[in-house]
DNA sequence: GGATAATTTGACCGGTTGGTAAACATTACA
DNA sequence: TGTAATGTTTACCAACCGGTCAAATTATCC
């Protein structure tokens, strides 16, 4: 009969269950290391521990791989800002964004690189995604300038207050290469991450004159 | 006769400085859009309107262009960090520092995002440049320290506060399209630069508790 | 202007890569 | 247990890509 690809099955096998989280982990380390076009089909399939045309039969393209990945991941990384409370003390609310996206930055480095790879080719796969990315800042944005506006933080420009907050956080995933290099084998541990939260917990505590 | 290769002649023509600038320009295009991988010696060509043959006339390999464009991109990437100027006044140091840094990611958007490839991809072609990388940081650190120990500046970990001035100017260049994404058509005019600058200037003086 | 060196081009090559075809093996289920 | 659906493998292909070669063209200098 007409083989059933695996993506146009209706109900999903254990199997399919199995052997598609394989082959995401496997293209997660895979893309985040080489990017899109670096990556190849046969080094995925080798870290997932088959053979390329068996990937091909759950995924019958690099791109929809991709697209698999980017989709999941996209989701999680967001769940951060989604937490944002707008009813909640700023200090704390912004202590812990921090936070939480330092210990992303720890966790998942290979998601946030997946990213930055994107980003960096211009997102071509990921313009819709951006729009919602928007609309969530959008949102969040109005929290900060309600806090300003109760004075229960310094005047500031609440997109660029997130821009940054991402940027310092992520950076330790991104440039690992470069964290460590700069720090040296002795002070590259574990605890760089803790030294970062320490650093920038007092960088935003002061710089927003956060009055808790 | 044997063909001299142009990177093998002593005395560089009028030619050769002209075609291995263009070449150059077109390889910085392709090479911070696509990464190394991404990017093909045939598109290289065509944004350097010669063919390929001719193209690889006067660099040999694919390697050899990434190399040169690393070498000379590195050099004036790390300028600003190298006039941080230990007998100046800190806060002076550290706003000018913060400015250089963000017209650096404004006016060269490609050289800040070749860099972030080539770390990305766990900067293979750039280990001995992070030696020298480390020891200029090393450096600067010192000086910093000593303005935290003279009382100049809060008690800040040196290190960390450099890969934050890293993290949030080069985020304007390498993140370009996430950043206009979020702040929509509107404001994502060159004002976001000043934008950046005003936000960023604030939270350092503030958060540094820099004593002018 | 002519000899010589430098530059440019079209044709080509071998290896890689994304993806396919079809036979074969295994699993699910009546 | 038989059989249909699902899963796996071997062999393969066409396109692409980095790079070469030798011949043709152009610039340089006496």
Redesign the pocket.
Known sequence: ?A??R?AK????????EE?EEVILEAALDVFSMHGF?G??????AEVAG?????????F??????HRALIDRVLDTWLDPLREFDADGNPEIEIKSYIRRKLEMARDFPRESRLFANEILRGGPSIVEELDDLRKLVDEKAEVIRAWVKAGKIGRCDPYHLIFSIWATTQHYADFDVQVKAVLGPTRSGEGRFEDAARFLEQLYMNGLQVKA
């Open positions: 009969m083989i059933p695996a099955t209706q109900r999903r096998t254990r199997i399919q052997k076009k990556a190849t089909i046969d080094q995925i088959m053979s390329k045309p068996n990937l091909l039969y759950y019958r393209t690099k791109e929809a791989m």
